[in-house]
């Protein structure tokens, strides 16, 4: 079975600019996780969605960051305008069942932003 | 709020040694505790977890983990490391919060193994 995939691997931009990252989750998972892993901490939830409802999105820095999951598969994270913070490896998972405390969650391979 | 605690940032271990790594918790309610693994240049996968029953879980390539409910912990063990097994490792807790379910996850202990 496909895993997570993810795209880009990795972006460089300049602070104030705009940036988005990609998601497929596998095949007829339900439930796909957005995550901000900055270096030398673990992955931070962002954002949870379910099919696609947001379920959790409570530590999302709303004002500039979105997350959409149209048609409950693929999804995009948008950050906008970037800050130098905002570097960090960004993780999306999936999981198959409803979000549940015991679903095992799959990561992709993430996308490493530098914010210059 | 749920959190994690990996109290060991790095561990350098000659191989065939013993590994143990510790996991701490914070949450008053019923948790869900997961060991997740990251080897170099590959992304994160599951080691093992701990929903219910047993308190000493096996998961793969060798390793295991008890959860000791008194003392909020969920070690990792493994009797004897390989080279390979030089990885990140993250400690998780997952808590069901009314429709979401939340996974905290420690600050990670990076295992090196020499030869």
């Known amino acids: 079975e496909a895993g997570v995939a993810q795209s880009p691997r990795y972006k460089i931009i300049e602070k104030r600019q705009s940036v988005a990252f990609w998601c497929n989750p596998i095949s007829g998972h339900a439930t796909l996780y957005w995550y901000q892993q900055i270096l030398g901490q673990g992955p931070k939830l962002l954002i949870q969605?379910?099919?696609?409802?947001?379920?959790?999105d409570s530590q999302l820095p709303k004002d500039r960051f979105s997350a959409e999951r149209l048609k409950g598969v693929d999804s995009t994270l948008k950050i906008q305008p970037a800050k130098l913070e905002d570097s960090a490896v960004y993780l999306c998972?999936?999981?198959?069942?409803?979000?549940?405390?015991?679903?095992?969650?799959?990561f992709g391979p993430g996308t490493r932003l530098t914010v210059l | 709020a749920q959190s994690v605690s990996q109290h060991n940032h790095h561990v350098i271990l000659s191989e065939a040694a013993s590994l143990e790594l510790g996991c701490n918790y914070s949450y008053g309610g019923t948790v869900n505790l997961f060991w997740y693994v990251q080897y170099p240049g590959q992304h994160l996968q599951l080691l093992l977890k701990y929903f219910s029953g047993d308190p000493l879980v096996k998961g793969i390539k060798g390793f295991e983990a008890e959860f000791i409910k008194s003392k909020f912990s969920f070690n990792l063990r493994k009797p004897s490391v390989q080279w390979s097994d030089t990885a990140e490792y993250f400690c998780a807790v997952n808590a069901l919060k009314g429709t979401a379910s939340k996974l905290t996850f420690g600050t990670g202990t990076r295992l090196q193994v020499t030869l």
């Open positions: 998972a999936s999981s198959s069942a409803f979000g549940g405390a015991t679903d095992t969650q799959y």
């Open positions: 969605f379910q099919n696609n409802g947001v379920v959790d």
